[in-house]
């Protein structure tokens, strides 16, 4: 089950160093908004202009950089290591476009492609904005989660308690748990995932009761 924190700093460590010989280029699909599905290879850049472009490398070689208003969504697969396993395993990596509040770019749009870390009845994304005046964090990580289609709510640790304690509320018993030990805010996705799981095996069930 994927770990808020862990994949946080995964994200950070594909890519995203200025240098040109530090390219970070992972195995993808990208999907524009006419529909079509292109193959090939996606280049990371930063967390933030990953947002606003992709720079695709088609599989037959063809170099393109598609800018956010012409993707629907893209993702990659990412060879990561387990230290508890001592094993490889692979992250697919999504992002969808979105429309946020802030832009990950100054005077930049805020209709772009953001990561979603968890997928279900409850979705949850990451969205990054540069700061530019912070040297020590360059980058602001504001988490979006969305129950009802292109409804993003930002959560924080402030409001997480609430905002999650009613988009689980048809699980009692886990809507209890929110904000308690081991289910805290660095939880969050540990939280959606366990809510997910247990809609997909009592979400219909559920909708025959109502």
Do not use: C
């Not at 950070?12 to 908004?33: H, L, Q």
């Not at 629907?72 to 395993?89: A, L």
Request: proline share 2%; charged share 25%; net charge neutral.
């Amino acid at each position: 089950m994927k770990n808020l924190l862990l994949l946080t700093i995964a994200i950070f460590a594909f890519s995203f160093s200025a240098s040109a010989d530090a390219k970070k280029v992972y195995e993808g699909y990208v999907i524009t908004t006419n529909g079509e599905t292109l193959e090939g290879n996606i280049e990371m850049l930063s967390p933030s202009l990953n947002e606003v472009k992709v720079k695709f490398t088609s599989n037959a070689g063809k170099k393109s950089t598609f800018k956010a208003k012409e993707v629907k969504e893209y993702g990659f697969e990412v060879e990561q290591w387990n230290h508890k396993t001592r094993q490889h395993f692979t992250s697919k990596i999504t992002y969808v476009k979105k429309t946020v509040e802030r832009s990950p770019i100054a005077f930049g749009p805020k209709e772009v492609l953001i990561e979603r870390q968890v997928t279900g009845t409850v979705n949850m994304y990451n969205h990054f904005v540069e700061m530019n005046s912070n040297v020590e964090t360059p980058f602001e990580h504001i988490i979006y989660v969305e129950k009802t289609a292109n409804e993003l709510v930002v959560l924080t640790k402030k409001n997480y308690r609430t905002v999650l304690k009613e988009m689980v509320a048809e699980y009692p018993e886990l809507q209890a748990k929110v904000g308690s030990r081991g289910n805290g805010f660095k939880h969050v996705a540990q939280i959606i995932e366990t809510f997910n799981n247990w809609m997909l095996e009592n979400g219909e069930e559920m909708v025959l009761m109502n």
